[in-house]
């Protein structure tokens, strides 16, 4: 049975998606922490004659990201200069976008991922699934927000000019960042809601993919769990599988994100990553983004789910898909091997 089948324990399990502790994440604050000395090894790494690449290593993913913002301040008044642009200089690569992630702040980092995803030729629907359906009410406010710092504009309006569709529709109630947030479950609106999935997908000729957005987009975490509980009672089947059968494209996987952030965001990030590195050469951009964004969140329990749903760990799969400063820098994030 898939780790997607199972529902028994999805009501007690906490959600990644609703807990607001950092103490499953891989990164935390350095102990002892001297911003003076930090500096000066950076400055050293950075002013000296070649790029010490250990050094950005081990002082830029083993502090917390808090602390990188304050050697990023001293950094920049100790020589004037920004300490993103001297590793944008002295970097290249998938290494420097990782070592850059790591200097910005979570919002800004998410933000410029948005940013990265909608402009430039074509959109990058799979980036913009997999931020919007994994992150918080709090995590997509925080990067509506940078957003418009950064740009200028409001990120629905850009958003609303890229994606179209159901899918937009879609992307854009999930851009809100207003999903329902009350923690009370209601299990006789989970069985009508059930009932409603069931009637506008398998019990229809043709499929009302209206239901399915407005019920997966704004109800609450806890609320959808009883809900996938109530549709495999009436249906026999997960919703996951009705989704996968009945729709298609980007309004499927969107959906099918939802559904499994929904039961367990870790496992849908940890098919992320197995899948950015399987197959012919590596989505370094997922890699990177995950083993950031999460490395002070839930990268723990990414570790974790990786082992459960591959057999091997995450750690031991990074060794053997990416090597040189990248792929110590990945390593460093992860932390140990399990």
């Known amino acids: ?34 911003v003076e000395e930090d500096v ?12 010490t690449e250990k050094t950005l290593i081990e002082v830029l993913t083993q502090r917390s990201n808090a602390q990188r913002q304050i050697i990023a301040k001293a950094y920049e008044k100790a020589t004037g200069r920004k300490l993103i642009d001297d ?31 909608i402009k430039g030729a074509g959109t990058t629907e799979s980036t913009l699934t997999e931020i919007f359906a994994s992150r918080s009410n709090s995590q997509i406010q925080e990067l509506s927000e940078a957003y418009l710092a950064e740009t ?28 329902d947030a009350s923690t009370h479950v209601d299990s006789a609106n989970a069985k009508a809601d059930a009932k409603a999935l069931y009637q506008a997908g398998e019990k229809k000729w043709g499929t009302d993919e209206g239901t399915f957005v407005d019920i997966l987009c704004h109800r609450s ?10 549709y495999k009672n009436i249906s026999n089947k997960t919703l996951q599988e009705s989704i ?22 870790p496992a849908y990030l940890a098919e992320r990553l197995f899948k950015s590195m399987k197959g012919a050469g590596t989505t370094e951009a997922t890699l990177t983004r995950i083993l950031v964004s999460r490395s002070e969140i839930d990268l723990m329990d990414i570790r ?9 760990s995450l750690y031991s799969q990074l060794e053997s898909e990416v090597s040189g400063n990248y792929g110590n820098a990945l390593k460093h994030l992860c932390g140990q091997d399990d």
């Not at 007690?12 to 935390?28: E, F, I, Q, Y």
């Not at 200089?89 to 948005?114: M, N, Q, R, S, W």
């Not at 990120?155 to 960042?177: F, M, N, T």
């Not at 009945?246 to 959906?255: H, I, P, R």
């Open 244 to 265: 996968e059968s009945e729709m298609s494209g980007n309004l499927e996987d969107l959906l099918v994100a939802i559904v499994k952030c929904v039961k367990n965001v």
């Open 304 to 312: 974790a789910e990786y082992k459960k749903l591959f057999g091997y």
């Open 40 to 51: 000066a090894a950076l400055r050293e790494a950075v002013e000296g004659l070649g790029t």
């Open 87 to 117: 590793i944008e200089g002295d970097t290249h690569g998938d290494f420097e976008d990782l070592l850059v992630g790591l200097i910005k702040p979570p919002a800004v980092y998410d933000c410029h991922e948005v940013v990265g995803a």
């Open 221 to 230: 975490i806890p609320q959808l769990r009883q809900t996938l509980i109530e």
């Open 1 to 34: 049975m898939s780790v997607w089948d199972d529902l028994n324990s999805l009501l007690d399990s906490p959600s990644s998606l609703t807990v607001t502790s950092n103490a499953r994440g891989t990164v935390k604050d350095k102990v002892n922490f001297k």
């Open 152 to 179: 200028g504009k409001a990120l629905l309006h850009d958003l609303k000019s890229e994606v179209s569709g159901d899918y937009g529709k879609a992307l854009l109630i999930l851009a809100e960042g207003k999903r």
